[in-house]
């Protein structure tokens, strides 16, 4: 099983990143599939799912109306787009694959959000 982020770097604030995850060795389409984030000193929180099925979302209230997260089950992948970005989002972001009892990690990218 891997999950192998992409995409974090350093933005000013008010700019935008787009996170990706590549997913492989597990059957992707039956996972929900999360975003996490650890910034330092702190514990790890969740920003946003989207589920296997439907593809109902959910976001931490943080970041309503400014992230979107999406998937793509024709090519095992799932996405964070990251719209006005604020210091406060500097964290470490983790790709994370659930289904009941059965988590994966990715390594994690970090992201950067200074002036």
């Known amino acids: 099983v891997q999950l192998v982020e992409s995409g974090g770097g350093l933005v000013q604030p008010g700019g935008s990143l787009r996170l990706s995850c590549a997913a492989s060795?597990?059957?992707?389409?039956?996972?929900?599939m999360n975003w996490y984030r650890q910034a330092p000193g702190k514990e790890r929180e969740l920003v946003a799912t989207?589920?296997?099925?439907?593809?109902?979302?959910h976001y931490a209230n943080f970041v309503k109306g400014r992230f979107t997260i999406s998937r793509d089950n024709a090519k095992n992948t799932v996405n964070l787009q990251m719209n006005n970005l604020k210091p406060e989002d500097t964290a470490v972001y983790y790709c994370?694959?659930?289904?009941?009892?059965?988590?994966?990690w990715g390594q994690g990218t970090q992201v950067t959000v200074s002036s």
């Open positions: 994370n694959a659930r289904r009941e009892t059965r988590w994966y």
């Open positions: 060795g597990f059957t992707f389409s039956n996972y929900d």
């Open positions: 989207i589920a296997s099925a439907a593809g109902s979302t």
